[in-house]
């Protein structure tokens, strides 16, 4: 059974960081591109990060850009974003998501491209 689970959620100071992680099973993890989405209360979901198959491509939102680090490990079929310098403004639900592809360059940044969606993981950004 394929399964995303997200961890490293929390509740942190504005200029704190965290580290998520999204561990997968249940399929070939270097067969799949994944991607890092959030959703604020009363918005859409945006995606923010994706990283390909290979982790040879990694995109990110202007929002997040400089702050936010994605990066993989195969091997260990897991997937983090390191987050620093937050910001009130990230407070969101933040999912893992992938999309399966072997294509070696593809970054899904679109929700509609998605093939599977983790649970979620909260991030309160608060003083």
């Known amino acids: 059974q394929l399964q995303l689970v997200e961890s490293g959620g929390g509740l942190v100071q504005p200029g704190g960081s965290l580290r998520l992680s999204c561990a997968a099973s249940?399929?070939?993890?270097?067969?799949?591109?994944i991607g890092w989405f959030r959703q604020a209360p009363g918005k859409e979901r945006e995606g923010i990060s994706c990283?390909?198959?290979?982790?040879?491509?990694?995109n990110y939102a202007d929002s997040v850009k400089g702050r936010f680090t994605i990066s993989r490990d195969n091997a260990k079929n897991t997937v983090f974003l390191q987050m620093n310098s937050l910001k009130p403004e990230d407070t969101a639900i933040y999912y893992c998501a992938a999309r399966r592809t072997f294509a070696s360059g593809y970054c899904p940044t679109a929700a509609l491209t998605i093939d599977y969606w983790g649970q979620g993981t909260q991030v309160t950004v608060s003083s």
């Open positions: 249940g399929f070939t993890f270097d067969s799949v591109a």
């Open positions: 990283i390909s198959n290979s982790g040879g491509r990694t």
